[in-house]
């Protein structure tokens, strides 16, 4: 079961017996931990009816005797096991996951990995249950993915913004979310977000984050570079060594396989190299600043860079100096 379908059963009370949530994305299982907690039986009966529990601190014996008491007041009970990834003692569950109690409502929230599917557990919770696999979205999905939500808080957004929070932000879903719910409180449904907001109100700076330096850096604009380099280096949350040289990496490696795409429209590099459409045609405008020699250079350089920015070959040379170094060769 996919995660729209998951959310809307939830949000109309369509309770299974069993959930197992598992896999790499943690904000998916989180949200739909946190619906089931609260939407499963009314907030006055939960310190009757709901308990929950976490891998670590818990017993097989003390779980499956939660998971067969009848509730008090609620229609159901509501057994939450958190941080699931750390109990040991799934094959003495099997019992109980072959014939679940239809009382009681277990939650298993199993993060940062998935749960071999070949196991008794599994079958047995797929068997009598619903399993949700929570995946990473792709970095060329971030983008799309960020406009949907600011589209489900009732904004619209300029073309930029999607990309800055992507790139400002990565792959850390609850950390975009939360950012996006602070718009939302300060802002009315209907507004348009752009770089001026999202300055205002998350505090990345409109000219200064790590898209405006990629597109610096694809323009061959070292003034501009520099610039947003020293602001850096002056606001180091700002743009992190480590973080931006990955970015760059990426724009690099995209600008490598196009060189050697035969079909170079923007439609055509969109599909081929599953990015957003205005991505591939600000990549497309870069490619003749940057032949492919020059390309193979610069990942070259950014392996190197990202070594010595963690530490190996370099003893004494600060973030600043060596993201400076860095752009001036990557451009020059």
Same mark, same amino acid.
């Given at each position: 079961?996919d995660?729209?379908?998951?959310h %809307?059963?939830?949000?109309a009370?369509?309770?299974? !017996?069993?959930?197992?949530?598992?896999?790499?994305?943690?904000y998916f #299982?989180? &949200?739909l931990?946190?619906?089931?907690?609260?939407?499963?039986?009314?907030?006055?009966e939960?310190?009757f009816?709901?308990e929950v529990l976490?891998?670590?601190? =818990?017993?097989?014996? !003390?779980l499956l005797s /939660?998971?067969?008491?009848?509730?008090?007041i609620?229609?159901v009970r509501?057994v939450i096991?958190?941080e699931?990834?750390?109990f040991?003692?799934? *094959?003495?569950?099997e019992?109980y996951?072959?014939?679940?109690s239809?009382?009681?409502i277990?939650?298993v929230?199993? %993060?940062?990995?998935?749960?071999?599917?070949? @196991?008794?557990?599994f079958?047995?919770m797929?068997h009598?249950?619903v399993?949700?696999?929570?995946e990473?979205?792709?970095?060329?999905?971030l983008?799309d993915?960020?406009?949907?939500?600011?589209? /489900?808080?009732?904004?619209?957004n =300029? /073309?930029?913004?999607?990309?800055i929070l992507a *790139?400002s932000?990565?792959?850390?879903?609850a950390r975009?979310?939360n950012?996006?719910?602070?718009?939302?409180?300060?802002?009315?449904?209907?507004?348009?977000?752009?770089e001026?907001l +999202?300055?205002?109100?998350?505090?990345? @700076?409109k000219e200064?984050?790590?898209?405006e330096? =990629?597109n610096? #850096?694809?323009m061959?604009?070292?003034?501009?570079?520099?610039k947003?380099?020293?602001?850096f280096?002056?606001?180091p949350?700002?743009g992190?060594?480590?973080?931006?040289?990955?970015?760059?990496f990426k724009?690099?490696s995209?600008?490598?396989r196009?060189?050697f795409?035969?079909?170079?429209? &923007?439609? /055509?590099v969109? @599909?081929?190299l599953?990015?957003h459409?205005?991505?591939?045609?600000e990549l +497309?405008?870069?490619? @003749?600043e940057f032949?492919?020699?020059?390309?193979?250079?610069n990942i *070259? $350089?950014?392996?190197?860079?990202d +070594?010595k920015?963690k530490?190996v070959?370099?003893? =004494?040379?600060?973030?600043?100096?060596?993201?400076m *170094?860095l752009?001036?060769q $990557?451009?020059l």
């Amino acid at each position: 079961m996919d995660f729209k379908e998951l959310h %809307k059963k939830i949000l109309a009370k369509e309770f299974a !017996s069993l959930y197992l949530l598992h896999g790499e994305e943690p904000y998916f #299982i989180d &949200r739909l931990t946190k619906e089931i907690e609260e939407g499963a039986i009314a907030e006055g009966e939960r310190d009757f009816d709901q308990e929950v529990l976490y891998g670590r601190d =818990t017993e097989p014996i !003390s779980l499956l005797s /939660s998971l067969k008491q009848y509730p008090m007041i609620a229609p159901v009970r509501v057994v939450i096991l958190k941080e699931a990834q750390d109990f040991k003692a799934y *094959e003495q569950l099997e019992p109980y996951l072959a014939n679940p109690s239809p009382k009681t409502i277990f939650v298993v929230a199993f %993060k940062y990995k998935t749960v071999d599917a070949r @196991s008794k557990f599994f079958k047995e919770m797929q068997h009598n249950g619903v399993v949700f696999k929570s995946e990473k979205i792709k970095d060329y999905q971030l983008p799309d993915w960020i406009a949907t939500m600011l589209k /489900s808080k009732g904004f619209t957004n =300029t /073309s930029k913004v999607p990309h800055i929070l992507a *790139e400002s932000i990565g792959n850390d879903l609850a950390r975009i979310v939360n950012e996006i719910d602070k718009l939302s409180i300060v802002l009315p449904s209907g507004q348009q977000i752009d770089e001026w907001l +999202l300055e205002k109100h998350v505090g990345i @700076s409109k000219e200064y984050n790590v898209f405006e330096l =990629t597109n610096a #850096i694809a323009m061959k604009d070292l003034p501009k570079a520099v610039k947003i380099v020293r602001y850096f280096e002056a606001n180091p949350k700002a743009g992190e060594l480590v973080p931006v040289v990955a970015v760059l990496f990426k724009f690099f490696s995209q600008l490598m396989r196009i060189h050697f795409l035969e079909n170079k429209s &923007r439609e /055509s590099v969109a @599909s081929v190299l599953k990015i957003h459409p205005f991505v591939a045609g600000e990549l +497309l405008k870069s490619r @003749s600043e940057f032949p492919p020699k020059k390309v193979a250079e610069n990942i *070259e $350089l950014l392996c190197q860079y990202d +070594l010595k920015a963690k530490g190996v070959g370099n003893a =004494t040379q600060a973030d600043g100096d060596l993201m400076m *170094e860095l752009v001036m060769q $990557l451009i020059l």
